[in-house]
């Protein structure tokens, strides 16, 4: 992930800068679709589309792809693949939502 431009702590820099930035209050909760089976459909389309949206962009910044439509056919391989493992294991989801109380 990080090598793709995205960062699997950024609920927690969010928290941080928060907190540094003078907000009161400030409260980080997570959502997990972890135990929810009623969700599974959901978060198989939900982590699908968010690699089909972030991924390709990030490839070119790293270069691991020239353009986005050679970023997008290999994403395009990438989302299949998840979305035919999903056939037999569940894609777990995790939300992070932080907020605080501006103090003015």
Known sequence: ????GMWPFA???VYDEI???GF???VRETYTTLGKD???ATAQKWVAALMRALMPASMVVTGE???EDEARGV???????FEAHCQSARALVN???TVGRRVD
């Open 65 to 67: 792809a020239r353009d």
């Open 38 to 40: 009623h969700l599974r």
């Open 1 to 4: 992930m990080l090598k793709l």
């Open 24 to 26: 009161a209050d400030v």
């Open 19 to 21: 907190s540094a930035g």
């Open 11 to 13: 609920p927690q820099l």
């Open 95 to 97: 939300l992070g939502v």
């Open 75 to 81: 994403v395009e391989g990438l989302a299949g693949e």
